[in-house]
T-cell receptor
Framework: ETGVTQSPTHLIKTRGQQVTLRCSSQSGHNTVSWYQQALGQGPQFIFQYYREEENGRGNFPPRFSGLQFPNYSSELNVNALELDDSALYLC??????????????FGPGTRLTVL | KNQVEQSPQSLIILEGKNCTLQ??????????LRWYKQDTGRGPVSLTI?????NTKSNGRYTATLDADTKQSSLHITASQLSDSASYICVVSAIGGTGGGNKLTFGTGTQLKVEL
């Protein structure tokens, strides 16, 4: 196991609703990244937080937002859900400021289904 | 545009056999290349990470190679086991820019199935 946990494991929502996904990083890991993985595809980077500040963002609209807390937990919030938001959402924690050079430890993911 | 292409898309082999998965990339400037194993419905787990100066790295029955000149990498699995059935994802990291995740480019993975 990677020591990274996510909740819930599965979630079903309807279009237009809002959702909050949670991640608990490894203790001491200051960086958390969030990814969206559609079925049969590789993960797509959403954004990254380092010490509670966003320090990188992929090509996702502003209705995707996040928070990172001092206790190594973080949240991904998605507003105005669309059908295409249905995917596996992964969080990954790493030690340093740049997730690119550090080993990332992924959580098991949250499977979101939007009806 | 940074891209990572993996082949084959899927592969079926018999238990005990060896196999090799390929990864070609156009990510620049190159920082490192990682191979991940992802079981269905689970998060990816890191197998190897290689920098520009490393040609090969092993992790048990998994051996990754890197040719930074041709921008190719391979993952060789020896004496396959049923538990090796998973998606294997190649991830290439570039140097520079702000933030970490922006510099990671993921392949779409090779789906491996090991059968009796």
């Amino acid at each position: 196991e990677t020591g990274v946990t996510q909740s819930p494991t599965h979630l079903i929502k309807t279009r237009g609703q809002q959702v909050t996904l949670r991640c608990s990083s490894q203790s001491g890991h200051n960086t958390v990244s969030w990814y969206q993985q559609a079925l049969g595809q590789g993960p797509q980077f959403i954004f990254q937080y380092y010490r509670e500040e966003e320090n990188g963002r992929g090509n996702f609209p502003p209705r995707f937002s996040g928070l990172q807390f001092p206790n190594y937990s973080s949240e991904l919030n998605v507003n105005a859900l669309e059908l295409d938001d249905s995917a596996l959402y992964l969080c990954a924690s790493s030690l340093g400021a740049s997730g690119a050079s550090d080993t990332q430890y992924f959580g098991p993911g949250t499977r979101l289904t939007v009806l | 545009k940074n891209q990572v292409e993996q082949s084959p898309q899927s592969l079926i082999i018999l238990e005990g056999k060896n196999c090799t998965l390929q990864c070609n990339y156009t990510v620049s400037p190159f920082s490192n290349l990682r191979w991940y194993k992802q079981d269905t419905g689970r998060g990816p787990v890191s197998l190897t990470i290689m920098t520009f100066s490393e040609n090969t790295k092993s992790n048990g029955r998994y051996t990754a190679t890197l040719d930074a000149d041709t921008k190719q990498s391979s993952l060789h699995i020896t004496a396959s086991q049923l538990s090796d059935s998973a998606s294997y994802i190649c991830v290439v990291s570039a140097i520079g820019g702000t933030g970490g995740g922006n510099k990671l480019t993921f392949g779409t993975g090779t789906q491996l199935k090991v059968e009796l």
